[in-house]
């Protein structure tokens, strides 16, 4: 929420008006930079979703952030449904984001998106799984992060800047900064570009040597079992 110092309301008022269009244009650059698909600034404004659902967020959350939550959350669903992508007004978004096809994104009251962060199609749910908590129960996403087809990132924890998160991953915990992860649930698979090694699969000399005795058992175990049948064979004929 921006606070303003001046009790000029026809200069608040102009304030407002070119925040609102830098955000637009932010978005719209964005797109251009990002989707190789896009051809003009003016395609991306009349034909991308994904910023006609940004352009009724930011006016949606003006209203909510200005304590006529009524009109802030009609102006989000009358978005939802021509967009089919659900941003709660109460949401706080940067600049220089980037949804690409965007149809059954949701993202919820207390998200917090940082600037130029990118999130792919697919369903992408920013939330927390159903309860009746209250208070902060969304994640804050960092600056420059990269959110896969249809991964899910559910909880309030904070995922850091330049992370990517891989499509389809479901992300239950915090995630350091220039990390990248992926699996349900999601782990972390590299970190500033250099896999990590998953602990849970590290194999260790006691391990081999467990493995080896078990191979050694069921060997000795099935030439008792051939000599058993041998003599059994034996004594039938």
């Not at 690409?100 to 992408?124: A, F, K, M, S, W």
């Not at 850091?160 to 389809?168: L, M, T």
């Amino acid at each position: 929420q921006r606070k303003y110092v001046l009790k000029d309301y026809n200069g608040m008022a102009e304030e407002r008006k070119n925040m609102l269009l830098k955000d637009i244009w932010l978005d719209v650059k964005a797109v251009q930079e990002r989707d190789p698909a896009a051809r003009s600034a003016l395609e991306v404004l009349l034909l991308y979703q994904g910023v006609h659902a940004l352009i009724w967020h930011r006016i949606a959350h003006w209203f909510w952030t200005h304590n006529m939550r009524f009109l802030g959350r009609l102006i989000s669903q009358i978005a939802r449904f021509f967009t089919l992508i659900e941003i709660h007004p109460g949401a706080v978004l940067g600049h220089g984001i980037l949804i690409d096809h965007g149809c059954g994104i949701v993202i919820g009251e207390t998200t917090v998106v940082g600037d130029n962060c990118t999130l792919l199609p697919g369903r992408e749910p920013l939330g927390t799984a159903l309860g009746t908590k209250k208070g902060k129960r969304h994640p804050t996403i960092g600056n420059n992060v990269l959110i896969g087809a249809g991964a899910k990132i559910l909880g309030a924890f904070e995922v850091g800047d330049n992370c990517q998160i891989a499509a389809n991953a479901v992300l239950l915990k915090p995630l350091e900064e220039n990390s990248t992860a992926a699996g349900i649930p999601a782990r972390q698979v590299k970190k500033d570009g250099v896999p990590v090694k998953d602990p849970s699969k590290k194999i260790n000399t006691e391990h081999i040597c467990k493995m080896q005795e078990t191979i050694d058992e069921l060997e000795r175990r099935v030439k008792e079992l051939e000599k058993e049948a041998g003599k059994a064979k034996e004594e039938a004929v």
